[in-house]
């Protein structure tokens, strides 16, 4: 189907909803599928659960006298590689610029695309490295597959178009091939001009808690994720403290470990709510969190839970004593978001969010 067929944004969203709700509901098989079309290419394919999982298979696979031949392209470097003091982290510019040589790159695909066994890469810092760094490790999460290339390119338009407000396809790399390609002769200009060579592109699927949330009918809906990247846009505890952003709480007790102190790290204003296209509903699901914790936590914590379902009136209380009480609560360890909630005096708690959820108030 053509993109330009959609003059609808909300037509788009909803495509991109049952785009993800077919893959998330038959997910094993999926991957099953995938992870075998990756072997027919002669990738190498491993399965890591956790992150620590993750860091000592690959540290297994490298011998030690490379470790300081690593150059890393991933939102966070795993915690594990940093206290391995024998890593060396080159940075992508000195590679780049032939300054200097890696012998592996640590990156993360966005997507992959079960039908063909394409592992898809969006705006990397390190995609003018590849030719130039032997062995490429892939990070992919089990959830971020689509079924087919058509709901990859149904995906990218919705998630530029929450980027920049324009249906443009971003800087997208497709990985078909295991092997990395060589210019081996500048003047020759026939099909002969690349090589391929024995460099290694190893995948690895990462669960990293994604199957725990899976088992839960409430929390699943999370995993529709495009990483579009709006909740985070909006999310005024994000701004402040950088910490997680509203998709990452959600997830966080599954995923890495928060101690359970999610109340101390949302407003609950809904803002996440109102932007997000794959419709996660993060204030229910926050809520539900904060509830469930509440028979381990102390009767403060269920203080604010409380609070939490008498927002309506919360957003009427600017500058009382409930409300710096509330915030005293919540944020009172925090200085710079406490203070900064001090200073606001509009509403805390998003209205629109309020009102479609009146019966729960
Ligand atoms: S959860 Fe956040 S990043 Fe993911 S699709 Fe929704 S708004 Fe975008």
């Given at each position: 189907?053509?993109?330009?067929?959609?003059?609808?944004?909300?037509?788009?969203?909803?495509?991109?909803?049952?785009i993800r709700q077919s893959y998330i509901e038959d997910m094993v098989n999926r991957l099953c599928s995938f992870e075998s079309k990756m072997l027919d290419k002669k990738f190498h394919v491993y399965w890591a659960s956790s992150e620590n999982n993750l860091?000592?298979?690959?540290?297994?696979?490298?011998?030690?006298?490379?470790?300081?031949?690593?150059?890393?392209?991933?939102?966070q470097i795993p915690a594990a590689f940093l206290k391995t003091n024998a890593i060396k982290n080159i940075p992508i510019i000195?590679?780049?610029?032939?300054?200097?040589?890696?012998?592996?790159?640590?990156?993360?695909?966005?997507?992959?695309?079960?039908?063909?066994?394409?592992?898809?890469?969006?705006?990397?810092?390190?995609?003018?490295?590849?030719?130039?760094?032997?062995?490429?490790?892939?990070?992919?999460d089990i959830n971020k597959l689509v079924n087919k290339m058509s709901d990859l390119e149904t995906i990218l338009y919705v998630k530029s178009y929450?980027?920049?407000?324009r249906f443009l396809p971003t800087d997208v790399r497709l990985i078909e091939n295991p092997y990395r390609q060589v210019r081996t002769n500048k003047l020759q200009l026939?099909?002969?001009?690349?090589?391929?060579?024995?460099?290694?592109?190893?995948?690895?699927?990462?669960?990293?808690?994604?199957s725990k949330i899976m088992e839960n009918n409430v929390l699943r809906n999370c995993l529709y994720c495009i990483d579009c990247g709006m909740c985070a846009k909006v999310c005024p505890v994000f701004a402040y403290s950088k910490e997680y952003t509203p998709i990452e709480l959600v997830k966080s007790n599954c995923c890495s470990n928060t101690g359970n102190k999610v109340r101390e790290k949302t407003l609950l204003c809904g803002n996440c709510d109102q932007v997000c296209p794959v419709q996660i509903?993060?204030?229910?699901?926050?809520?539900?969190?904060?509830?469930?914790?509440?028979?381990?936590?102390?009767?403060?914590a269920s203080g604010v839970a409380k609070t939490f379902s008498k927002?309506?009136?919360?957003?009427?209380?600017?500058?009382?004593?409930?409300?710096?009480?509330?915030?005293?609560?919540?944020?009172?360890?925090?200085?710079?978001?406490?203070?900064?909630?001090?200073e606001q005096k509009g509403t805390f708690f998003n209205l629109t969010w309020l009102q479609n959820n009146k019966k729960n108030e």
């Open positions: 189907m053509e993109i330009s067929q959609f003059t609808d944004i909300d037509c788009l969203k909803e495509k991109v909803l049952g860091t000592d298979m690959i540290l297994n696979l490298l011998p030690e006298p490379f470790y300081n031949r690593f150059c890393f392209d991933v939102p000195d590679i780049e610029n032939g300054n200097q040589n890696a012998n592996f790159l640590l990156t993360k695909a966005d997507f992959a695309v079960v039908e063909t066994g394409t592992v898809v890469l969006l705006d990397k810092k390190s995609k003018g490295c590849f030719n130039k760094i032997p062995n490429i490790f892939i990070i992919l929450y980027q920049s407000e026939d099909d002969k001009e690349y090589e391929l060579t024995d460099t290694n592109i190893s995948i690895f699927l990462y669960d990293n808690g994604i509903p993060f204030s229910t699901l926050l809520i539900k969190e904060i509830e469930n914790n509440l028979h381990v936590n102390s009767s403060a927002r309506k009136k919360l957003n009427k209380m600017n500058g009382s004593f409930r409300r710096f009480f509330f915030l005293k609560k919540l944020f009172g360890k925090n200085k710079m978001i406490y203070n900064y909630f001090k």
